[in-house]
């Protein structure tokens, strides 16, 4: 399995849908994951921390099921706004120390 | 309210040229890193420091210097400059390295070596 993985897409979505997609890791020790936004040709941004099972965040809620090494991103009435690449984030050793492992991004089109 | 300042922001060099990409923060953040991105193989680490004097090699260090004289600076350096090192490089900071440290990027560096 490879560190981080995500179904690059895109996924194409009509505005005010709910989408969802996922990203499995294979560091079992991780403790902490993270959904990073990136806009086209831009920085990343941090969306959303995850720690336990899961966290909310208005229409933004992330899942983490440590059993099956995944975690989820679910968006709720999507925007048109919400159209930007999301990448999955994982501490490399574990604790963050030597920087984090990206994947590779699931591509997200809002279509009005 | 700077956070992570990279410059160039654009930069084209000749194959077997050096140049220096300059990071600055002002958010008193311990670690830095670098990283570079590519089309289909997201962002990979290339070096990083967890505080001044101290540094340590990443995912893809091959051809790239760092230095941390100051909390502040992380410069990165390509010793002489290769087509495959054409990309997109983030600079980022973070309060410490431990889990939950939210990183702050750059706005990027691209690069495109001739």
């Known amino acids: 399995r490879k560190e981080v993985e995500q179904d690059p897409g895109p996924f194409n979505v009509p505005e005010g849908a709910t989408v969802a997609f996922n990203c499995t890791y294979s560091n079992s020790a991780s403790q902490s994951f993270f959904w990073y936004r990136q806009d086209c040709r831009k920085e990343p941004k941090l969306l959303m921390s995850?720690?336990?099972s899961g966290n909310e965040d208005g229409r933004f809620t992330a899942q983490l099921n440590r059993a099956s090494q995944y975690i989820s991103l679910l968006i709720r009435d999507s925007k048109l706004s919400d159209s930007a690449t999301y990448l999955c984030?994982?501490?490399?050793?574990?604790?963050?120390?030597?920087?984090?492992?990206f994947g590779k991004g699931t591509h997200l089109i809002i279509q009005p | 309210n700077a956070g992570v300042t990279q410059t160039p922001k654009f930069q084209v060099l000749k194959t077997g040229q050096s140049m220096t990409l300059q990071c600055a923060q002002d958010m008193n953040h311990e670690y830095m890193s670098w990283y570079r991105q590519d089309p289909g193989m997201g962002l990979r680490l290339i070096h990083y420091?967890?505080?001044?004097?101290?540094?340590d090699q990443g995912e893809v260090p091959n051809g790239y210097n760092v230095s941390r004289s100051t909390t502040e600076d992380f410069p990165l350096r390509l010793l002489s400059a290769a087509p495959s090192q054409t990309s997109v490089y983030f600079c980022?900071?973070?309060?410490?390295?431990?889990?939950?440290?939210?990183?702050?990027f750059g706005e990027g560096s691209w690069l495109t070596v001739v």
């Open positions: 984030v994982v501490p490399r050793s574990g604790g963050g120390a030597d920087g984090l492992t």
């Open positions: 980022a900071s973070s309060y410490s390295s431990g889990p939950g440290n939210t990183i702050y």
């Open positions: 995850v720690y336990s």
């Open positions: 420091s967890v505080g001044a004097g101290i540094t």
